[in-house]
């Protein structure tokens, strides 16, 4: 279940969503459901960890004290009877058109405050990342291996604008993959990137280098401009964050196996060098503006556009499913823009 319970300051959201130019800014005092059972409320310069019980009393208190349900989102709108605040809560069950309910806005204020004091301390940048993405398990049989990846760190596949602001760095990505079946290792070497195909043999021997590798995970946080490295499996959401080092000499191994196919020669003015950012000191940092006029971090910048898919439920900036929403949620990009 999708759901977004927040107080917002209507007229400076209206300015920073229906404008045009890079991704919106989330200035609400929300709480929201990260992934599975990891809650976080996050309230102008500060995120604080919500345990699962916490989540679910408060997520049920909110729900006791709204009254009418509407079809849809709740509306962009710079006022809304007659006040320039509003309590949002949106719902959206598995298969399900979303909606929004009616709720006085101090009273989600006050429930908000009642939250955040029993919350504990806020969390640290390093603590933030690592409380938002714990690493899972390997399943103890057969597992579908997606990715092997090693890079500098620039922005962890999948991770919401609103928890880590993007930049664009000369990333020097090498990793495995599976193009229809087919396993492949793309290195980077110098200004250039070298392909080689992979014996398939290899699956189950490769599997099992994986699994020694994720014995001794990495944490998620990782400063800009440093090495990380992480394995993908079973699904985008299912990632192991691991010793960038061993995942590289993991991958020379692989390459070393496989047979050369490709040499490309990179445009390195897509890139910019490392260590050079833009405006942004190390990680987790939230990029939001406080509601009562509270400067926090630097806005995120524009990420780069992809092509829209045909029937039009992919994110044009990320590539992220946003069927029924009005903002990417990975990226903070507009539905339709």
Known sequence: MY??????????????????????????????NVKDDI??????????????EAAKKFIQDVLDKCTEKNQGFFPLVPSLNGKETAAVVEVREEHERPCYYNMDDEVLYQM????????????????????????????????????????I???????????????????????????????????????????????????PEIKEKVRALCKEPAEAYVEPGQWEGYIRFDDDSKRI???????????????SKGTFESKEE???????PVGKYQGMTGVGMMG???????????????????EPAADG????????DVSGKRFCTECGGKVGS
């Open 241 to 255: 964050f691991t010793d960038p080092d061993k995942t590289l000499e993991l991958l020379k191994d692989l390459a």
């Open 39 to 52: 809650y976080l409320l996050t309230f102008p310069g500060a995120n604080y960890a919500v345990s699962k």
């Open 266 to 272: 990179l445009d390195m003015s897509k890139y910019q």
């Open 112 to 151: 908000l405050e009642e939250l955040r004091e029993g919350s504990g301390d806020p969390l640290s940048p390093r603590d933030l990342m690592n409380y938002c993405y714990p690493n899972p398990e390997l399943p103890e049989g057969d597992f579908t291996l997606d990715k092997i990846y090693h890079g």
């Open 153 to 203: 760190y620039c922005k962890p596949d999948n991770t919401p604008v609103s928890v880590i602001k993007p930049f664009i760095s000369d990333k020097k990505i090498s990793y495995f993959g599976m193009n229809e079946g087919q396993p492949f290792v793309r290195m980077r070497e110098g200004d250039s990137e070298v392909k080689y195909q992979i014996p398939k043999e290899l699956i």
């Open 313 to 320: 439920t992919k994110c044009i900036y990320c590539g992220a």
């Open 288 to 306: 939001l503006t406080g509601f009562m006029g509270m400067s926090a971090y630097a806005q995120p910048v524009n990420p780069i556009p992809k």
């Open 3 to 32: 759901i977004y319970i927040a107080y917002r300051n209507l007229p400076q959201y209206f300015r920073e969503n229906a404008g045009c130019g890079g991704a919106p800014v989330n200035n609400d005092y929300r709480f929201t």
